[in-house]
């Protein structure tokens, strides 16, 4: 049995909500999540603290302590009624690898360091990636002021767990010499498994904008207003949903209509107003910008056909972010040493890498999962691609070392 997969099952049984895998940031089965993986951090050998944004660390030093650190990591908070393996995969994949460092006894010219966030799903406070975004400097403040359902304060929250809320700035790591930021996820979709390949590189995160659209046209009654003479707004929606449908099959990115509302919403009223968002998301900004006009121009110009007034209202916009080519030809070659078919895809989730970009460069790796499957309790990992990850981030930490060395001017 692999023990990464051993571990994320044993992750699995903390829980606050007996029966099914919930660990909503900074609730008491988050912060019992961190001390188990403090623990395994400690065996493996590295010196462990929580920062005040409720991030577990863990440091494997190396001697020289002006060298940079890189580090390792992904998420330990959950979704409610998650899976196994959603971050916590990646954090549990880096403790691995610093104990196969120890045991083997190699050493490195960098310091490495694991990092397991809290918040990325961002459900609690609504806001994202809290645990990153402590990390890349960005908060303040305001920031302790957002309360969740219960109407209880970041602040609160936080002293609760025993953290002190106005120590942020200590959780920020902006300034810090940082070699790099690597995370290892599951694919959380269905083409590694498709091509039958264990992991793959990720290319990129996809940058994503979000919109709430309103069309409005003139409520009727369904049996005497004719068909010529309306301004039915979910007829038009539906229209322009499929047309955003056409335009993203046709362009190569991906645009969801997620979520849907009509007005009265009624059997016998002509819906007079509906209310939908759009997700759009692409590696390639400047292709999603144009593919986006497209979608502005041509909902407008349905609507105009039908006499309606069409409103977008961007409420989410976030810019894509490239993993370093460095470490993803460290990644290539390592993956091609253990005759596996290299396989470069583009991240259509979001991750903490993407944060960490903002601070330093970054590299990423995907497993296969079953079915594409994530954010559910059947979500799968197999045992050897878990290990076959740790391997690969092995092998490409010995060529970090190698490539460090050499611009050190050091001969290995
Ligand atoms: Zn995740």
Redesign the pocket.
Known sequence: MSRVIARCEQLATITDSPGSITRIYLSPAYMQGLALVAEWMQQAGMTTWVDAAGNQWGRFACANPDAPTLIIG??LDTVPNAGKF??ILGVVTGIEVVERLVQTGKTLPFHLEVVGFGD??GLRFEASMLGSRAAIGKWEDALLELTDAQGMTLEKALLECGLNPHDYPKADRSKDNLLGFWEV??E?GPVLEVENLPVGVVSAIAGARRFKVMVEGEFGHAGTVPMMLRQDALAATAEIILMIEKNAQIHGLVATVGHIKAYPNAVNVIPGMVEFTVDIRSDDDALREKVMNLMFHSSEAISMQRGLDIYWKEYHWAPARACHVDFRQLFEQSISEQKVHVKTLVSG?G?DAMNMASITDIGMIFVRCKGGI?HNPAESVEPEDADLAVETVLLALDKLAICYLEKQGVTP
């Open positions: 992904s998420h959603d971050g990325e799903e996820h599951m959380q989730a991750h994530s």
